[in-house]
């Protein structure tokens, strides 16, 4: 049996790929204002990404390429819809800028610790998950504001808006100081030593 590191071109991984695939689609069609284009295609991301996790899980088609570029597309499909709604004025600038620094103080602590102390594990914590979560929920809602204006959906928006930042600084500083404690804890004595 295909051990895990040399899984490559597995069913998830290339639906992951399409997912990535798609994106500029998104970001032109926000940038010109196609709304209900924009909305289908973040639909379609969504059910792609529950899909793809539970074929891995389904038919043990896990990899470890999966497992950091199934991240990394979400993550770039949410920073760069902060950037294009922010420019469109669907979503402040402000918070933009704020979820952008919480993802940049993340790669430099890993980075930091990657340098000092050579590749650990980052596994997400709940609140790393839940961070994720209701961006990728203010998004939906912002897209769909913009598509169907009579949904009056201002007031979701506002408050989802307090929720992505009280979390998203949260798990910020929670993340730094796990990983600094983490980085402090002395290495487990190796096996077969006295």
Not at 40 to 56: E, H, K, N, T, W
Not at 148 to 176: D, K, M, N, Q, W
Request: with cysteine.
């Amino acid at each position: 049996m295909m051990n895990m590191k040399g899984r490559i071109w597995t069913v998830p991984n290339q639906i992951t790929f399409l997912r990535l695939c798609i994106l500029p689609f998104f970001l032109i069609f926000v940038s010109y204002e196609k709304y209900k284009w924009a909305l289908l295609i973040l639909v379609f991301a969504g059910l792609s990404d529950g899909i793809d996790g539970l074929i891995a899980r389904t038919f043990n088609q896990r990899s470890a390429l999966g497992a950091y570029l199934d991240p990394i597309a979400d993550k770039l499909l949410l920073s760069s819809s902060f950037v294009v709604l922010a420019f469109k004025r669907q979503l402040a600038w402000w918070l933009t800028i704020l979820v952008l620094s919480r993802d940049l103080l993340i790669l430099i602590v890993a980075a930091v610790i990657i340098l000092s102390s050579g590749y650990r594990p980052f596994p997400p914590s709940i609140y790393g998950k839940g961070t994720t979560f209701f961006q990728i929920v203010l998004v939906f809602a912002a897209v769909l504001a913009a598509a169907y204006p009579e949904f009056h959906l201002a007031g979701l928006i506002r408050v989802l808006v307090y929720v992505v930042t009280a979390i998203c600084v949260f798990s910020g500083v929670h993340y730094s100081f796990t990983m600094a404690r983490r980085l402090n804890a002395p290495s487990p004595p190796a096996r077969g030593t006295n």
